[in-house]
């Protein structure tokens, strides 16, 4: 298959999945325990590590920026400065990449190796539909964990911007925080927490993808993960762009 | 097809008088219908022709003993009656209902009259012993009162109850296996489907599978296939049968004492084939070279 063929057919592959993860909404049956067990898994599982990108990101933008911003003596604006390039961009973005690293590793090599070990074929034996059981919880998992997981990214780089501001370079406290409020436009957050949702949707079809149409014993696993991992990064960072254009032409372009 | 399969059925069974006898003789005209029925069945993998043309029924309360060399096409089959896989051409028929081109959807109710015992065991490692056999009574939204009962009465029949509590990883091939049977055995399917279930398993073991299976088709009219390599497997499937005293105890014995077994045959794959098919004794009694290489070993 050349590559074009190639993109379009698993295009059509993870499209597919998500809309039949759609419309098996609306029919039961519906595994709660496993999705309650999904969000604590995606979301209270990979809070530390989100928390601690968020942090430091913030800090290094502040550590980097201040300088820039007190040569042309604008530095009083450095909150808004971070809290705007956080909130609308590397908040969203990088806890999407922290996420695909974690979770769609974990789930294309969990659903990879019930395929090679025949459980998912067991599983369909016994009356079970593992597109119910296994990818729509974790899909939805992920739509509804992401977007808490940015905003929790958001308000951690937020702090650690605030303490590199007041720790290194003596900014006051309160300066700080008014020039975050006065930065975030409604915009912004609006904006900021569509983003996830989309990221959420495109880790969770194609970690599923990947690791549903695993073949070839545990090599496969591993070339499924990879995938897994590699094309949903990709894919994040890509449609981010689409979507920041989208979202500026729709909501205007936010104050900055 | 290489045999005509005329040849190779038992002599009495002259189509319409076959048919006749039946009609008459059965009170109940639904066990006519064969349990599963493959009608010219073919398959391919990309070039790699699998099954050409297979075409065999199993009764009600039959064991079908299906034998073939390894990459012949067992699994495939197997794999074929609960729908994981579609067959290029040909119909197949479970207790009379055409699943050839049933959807996931409608292939589940017919998936709940089904027990499988999958080749490798496809315990779920993420689930319990415990967890594993009640899987089919929960999925089904049966109250836990009632699966708990069941799920010890399985794992008795095939001698676990100690394990309960164990995960999968805990335990010992073949210890996998037999949680694998009391799985596909929970909630009384009355077809069951068994892949190898006696493979790299000690004598005694395998013997006790062999005597569930007897059990099963001949105390609870279950049809079953019994993929295997092993000639005591066939020996122990074709000649002995389970009868089952006023206290309730189940004992074995052999045909020829009492009775002659009719509710056991015997059915080779060959290249994609069915290359035999009839009973065990005229399998032993065939000219042909390749079969008695298979049942001899050389
Ligand atoms: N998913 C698949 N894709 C491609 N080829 C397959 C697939 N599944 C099975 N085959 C091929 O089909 C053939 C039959 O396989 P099958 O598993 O039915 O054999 P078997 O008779 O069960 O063998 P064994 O006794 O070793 O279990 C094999 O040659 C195998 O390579
Ligand atoms: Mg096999």
């Not at chain 1, 049956?29 to 995606?42: C, G, H």
């Not at chain 2, 959807?105 to 009640?134: H, T, W």
């Not at chain 2, 049977?181 to 000690?202: C, H, K, N, S």
């Not at chain 2, 299976?213 to 122990?236: C, G, K, P, W």
Request: one cysteine or more; hydrophobic letters at 45%; charged letters at 20%.
């Amino acid at each position: 298959m050349n590559p074009i063929t190639k993109f379009l057919f698993e295009l059509q592959e993870v499209s597919l999945l998500l809309w039949r993860v759609f419309i098996g909404l609306f029919r039961g049956p519906r595994y709660l325990d496993e999705f309650v067990k999904q969000m604590d898994i995606i979301g209270v599982g990979s809070l530390p590590i989100v928390l601690l990108t968020g942090f430091f990101t913030g800090g290094v933008l502040v550590l980097q920026t201040f300088p820039t911003l007190q040569y042309y003596g604008v530095h009083s604006e450095t909150g808004r400065s971070v809290a705007v390039s956080l909130i609308r961009e590397l908040g969203p973005v990088l806890s999407a990449l922290m996420v695909s690293g974690r979770i769609g590793a974990a789930i294309s090599a969990e659903l990879g190796s019930m395929v090679v070990s025949q459980q998912i074929d067991a599983m369909r034996a016994l009356g079970t539909d593992p597109l119910k059981k296994l990818v729509t919880p974790r899909v939805i998992a992920l739509i509804v964990m992401l977007p808490l997981l940015t905003v929790a990214a958001d308000i951690f780089g937020i702090i650690g911007g605030g303490s590199v501001a007041s720790y290194i370079y003596g900014q006051d406290h309160n300066s700080f925080i008014a020039s975050v409020r006065d930065g975030i436009a409604s915009q912004d957050l609006i904006g900021g927490t569509i983003k996830p949702f989309f990221f959420g949707l495109i880790i969770g079809g194609i970690s599923c993808h990947k690791g549903l149409s695993t073949t070839g014993g545990t090599v496969g696993v591993g070339t499924s993960t990879i995938n897994a991992v590699v094309l949903s990064s990709i894919w994040v960072i890509v449609f981010d762009f689409f979507l920041s254009k989208a979202i500026q032409s729709i909501l205007g372009q936010g104050t900055l | 097809m290489a045999l005509v399969p005329e040849q190779v059925r038992e002599p009495t069974a002259e189509p319409s008088l076959e048919e006749f006898n039946l009609e008459a003789a059965v009170d109940e005209p639904e066990r006519v219908v064969p349990a599963i029925e493959f009608r010219n069945v073919r398959l391919a993998f990309d070039d790699k022709v699998v099954l050409d043309g297979v075409s065999f029924t199993v009764r009600r309360g039959e064991t079908k003993i299906i034998l073939g060399q390894s990459g012949g096409g067992k699994s495939t089959i197997i794999r074929l009656i609960l729908g994981l896989l579609k067959p290029d051409s040909g119909e197949i028929l479970i207790d009379g209902e055409e699943i050839t081109h049933h959807s996931e959807l409608d292939m589940m109710p017919v998936r709940q009259k089904i027990g499988m015992v999958f080749q490798e065991g496809a315990l779920f490692d993420s689930l319990s012993v415990y967890e594993n056999v009640a899987y089919r009574l929960r999925e089904q939204g049966v109250d836990e009162e009632e699966i708990e009962p069941e799920v010890r009465r399985m794992l008795q029949f095939v001698a676990l109850e100690y394990a309960i509590e164990k995960m999968p990883s805990e335990l010992s091939g073949g210890m996998r296996r037999r949680v694998g049977i009391a799985r596909a055995l929970i909630g009384d399917p009355q077809i069951v489907l068994f892949d190898e279930p006696t493979a790299g398993l000690d004598p005694p073991t395998a013997r006790t599978i062999c005597e569930l299976a007897i059990e099963l088709r001949d105390l609870q009219d279950v049809s079953s296939i019994f993929v295997t390599h092993d000639m005591n497997n066939l020996r122990y499937l074709s000649s002995e049968y389970a009868v089952v005293d006023e206290e309730g105890i189940v004992s074995f014995e052999k045909e020829g004492e009492r009775l002659c077994l009719i509710n056991t045959e015997v059915l080779m794959l060959r290249d994609g084939k069915i290359n035999f098919q009839g009973t065990d004794e005229k399998l032993r009694q065939s000219s042909d070279a390749y079969i008695k290489t298979f049942i001899h070993g050389k």
